[in-house]
């Protein structure tokens, strides 16, 4: 049983290293020459192709220039296709959905390994990848599997705040300055919403009608630290203190009350999808609007961060 | 012997107690004179909203889905002379979840009153397949072939279920409430959508309960006594899944009901078994009607669906019966 197993980890580089002295060969030259850093090159068979990472696992030599990702996380997926690195495979929520509509074109060709919470080892080892992103309170399990495939780095975990998770999955891309441009792109946005529109002293409340009760995110949710972002104050809650979110009883849905009420949907079309306690008090809901979850829940990174406010904005000229 | 309360008073008293604790107690919490206010029109409109449209709706199906769960699950008993069946067995519930689930993660159907129709069409559909695969070829024979093949189907569309819940675990961890059985949110209409199959499933109930003690015996004993065995079962099985898809379209599959209800009634009425399925159907009111305001006051400011209250009430009752062999036999 050990045998198989010993041997697995030294499977692909018997066909990458005749590669690797091949390129390391005639790169040696040229990389030497104008990078001037002999001392990493003497080390092992990398040189100047690795870098190390400092990860929930501790260290790890990835790659100094990715070109095939797998990402096991949405708020990776998210950061690598904003960093312009669009990772070759990726974890996604929802199988039969796939990848987020919202990421655009380019990310068409990211195929889909499993889902976030089982992700598929084999369909990964498939991809041939270079590096792999994980999360280390969901992947724990597959962390040694993994590394056989490939050099692998945990992201600590997806309830850390989200900006420093964009940061992680940047750093471990090898574009730590990547993450810095994005999230300032995204606080000027908002700043920018909070100006056009004043939303100064305004309050807002996210709302996910769940199977009958009724979920409300706080300001440490994604979206909620979003409204937030946009100037917007959540009306507090004891429960928001220690969680993203808390689930209320349809009874107490007046709870749910705010100068902008925001009801997350798969149909934004759909106004059935409204939670019947919440229809039959339409009167106390007067800025109620209808959002798509796949962003504005699900949506968590610096894309997602930009069309939560595209859509945000959208509601309030309309309004 | 005659100083002993009976049981069946107790139960008796139960039900108006248990009715009145489901429109009074809640998780937003509203004083006795404001509950009444509002049920007479008057109060104020939080009230009103919870009381008329909360506590009222899903206290009627509360009752629905009790009297289904009780009067299947001591036909159930009856008919397959097990004291442990369950109104599930025959896949009725197997088939609304995976119905359900399917609505789910490929028709985008989203809200509990949506489902209906889903669950509904599932759990016949199931049990007519599970009917068409094990019913006994000659009526003398029990069961047993039945019972088997209901196991295996819910074992299969069970794991169907699993399946594709794992394909979307997001859009599942919404539906978890539903899974578990709950009356969070159930309007009449709910209701209403599945009220005839729950008077047809009545009626077949009522038609072949007379013939339940002559098989009860034994169902050659049954046949010598002049019981159409062939109509009796027919009856059975359709009142059987009538109710229990029935209660599983308003309610997800709430455990235990159909079980320990039957049991216990069993233990407190004797033998016969027309008065097994009566007291068990008042039984099964008290039983939801009572875990479903426990589940609401349970996780302030959320709910706990009730179907969990039921298990958690329910598993303790019948390790203990199951400990009184004397009693438990049929």
């Known amino acids: 049983m050990h045998l198989p197993r010993l041997s697995r980890p030294s499977r692909p580089r018997p066909s990458r290293r005749p590669r690797l002295a091949l390129a390391g060969a005639a790169l040696a030259a040229l990389t030497l020459a104008a ?25 790890a030599t990835v790659p100094a220039d990715p070109q095939r990702v797998v990402v096991l996380e949405p708020v990776q997926l998210d950061t690598a296709v904003a960093l312009g690195m669009t990772p070759v495979g990726a974890a996604v929520l929802n199988e039969a959905a796939g990848v987020p509509a919202y990421l655009g074109d380019d990310a068409d060709d990211v195929q889909t390994v499993g889902t976030v919470t089982e992700p598929d080892v084999d369909k990964i080892a498939a991809l041939r990848p270079d590096l792999i992103i994980g999360t280390e309170t969901r992947h724990s399990a597959l962390y040694d599997q993994l590394s056989d495939v490939a050099p692998t780095v945990y992201m600590a975990s997806q309830s850390d705040p989200w900006q420093d998770n964009v940061r992680f999955t940047a750093a471990a891309l090898g574009d730590p300055e990547g993450a810095d441009e994005l999230l300032e792109g995204y606080q000027e946005r908002c700043d920018e ?15 996910r009608p769940r199977d009958g009760l009724v979920t409300l995110y706080g300001p440490t949710s994604f979206a909620g630290a979003t409204l937030e972002c946009a ?5 507090e809650r004891p429960e928001f203190a220690e969680e993203i979110s808390v689930d209320l009883s349809p009874e107490r849905v007046l709870e749910a009350q705010a100068d902008l009420v925001l009801v997350t949907t798969t149909d934004v079309e759909d106004e059935s999808t409204i939670p019947p306690s919440i229809t039959a008090n339409a009167a106390s809901f007067p800025e109620l609007h209808l959002v798509d979850q796949s962003f504005w829940i699900t949506g968590v990174g610096p894309l997602g961060g930009q069309t939560v406010l595209d859509d945000l904005e959208r509601i309030l000229s309309g309004s | 012997m005659t100083l002993r309360p009976s049981p069946v008073a107790l139960l008796v008293l139960a039900v108006p107690a248990a009715l009145a604790l489901s429109v009074l107690v809640g998780s937003n919490p509203v004083p006795p004179g404001d509950v009444w206010a509002a049920l007479t029109g008057g109060g104020d409109a939080t009230a009103r909203f919870v009381v008329a449209d909360q506590r009222l709706p899903r206290t009627v199906a509360g009752v629905v889905v009790g009297l289904a769960l009780g009067v299947s699950g001591a036909l159930m008993q009856a008919y397959t002379r097990n004291p442990f069946a369950d ?5 009725v519930s197997a088939g609304a979840s995976f119905a359900v689930a399917v609505a789910v993660a490929y028709a985008g159907v989203t809200a509990p009153a949506a489902y209906v129709w889903w669950a509904v069409g599932g759990a016949l559909l199931a049990s007519l397949v599970v009917v068409a695969l094990g019913r006994p070829t000659d009526p003398r024979v029990p069961p047993t072939r039945l019972v088997l093949t209901g196991v295996a189907v819910g074992a299969v ?9 794992l394909s979307d675990p997001d859009a599942f961890e919404r539906m ?6 709950s009356l ?15 008077v047809l499933g009545a009626l077949a109930a009522a038609a072949t309960a007379p013939s339940l003690n002559a098989i009860a015996l034994g169902r050659d004993v049954a046949q010598a006594q002049g019981v159409d065995l062939r109509r009796s079962d027919l009856l059975a099985l359709a009142a059987i899944t009538l109710l229990a898809a029935g209660a599983a379209a308003v309610a997800g599959p709430v455990a235990f009901v159909g079980l320990v209800v039957p049991h216990v009634v069993r233990w407190c009425v004797g033998v016969d078994q027309r008065r097994i399925l009566g007291v068990s159907a008042v039984a099964g009111v008290v039983l939801v009607l009572v875990a479903d305001v426990v589940g609401r006051v349970a996780v302030l400011p959320g709910e706990m669906p009730a179907g969990i209250v039921t298990a958690f009430i329910g598993a303790p009752v019948l390790v203990l019966l199951a400990r009184r062999s004397r009693a438990t036999g049929l």
């Open chain 1, 35 to 59: 990078c001037g850093n002999p001392a990493d090159s003497a080390t092992d068979e990398g040189g100047d192709d690795d870098r190390e990472v400092t990860h929930a696992r501790g260290e």
């Open chain 1, 193 to 207: 919403i909070a100006a056009e529109f004043d939303t100064e002293g305004r309050t807002a409340q996210l709302v």
């Open chain 1, 231 to 235: 100037g917007f104050t959540t009306p």
């Open chain 2, 87 to 91: 109104p599930g067995l025959f896949g």
């Open chain 2, 157 to 165: 569309l069970a794991g169907l279920t699993t399946g594709i819940s």
């Open chain 2, 176 to 181: 978890l409430t539903w899974h578990a059985g």
């Open chain 2, 184 to 198: 969070i949110d159930r309007g009449y209409a709910v209701t209403l959508a599945v009220a005839p199959l729950l």
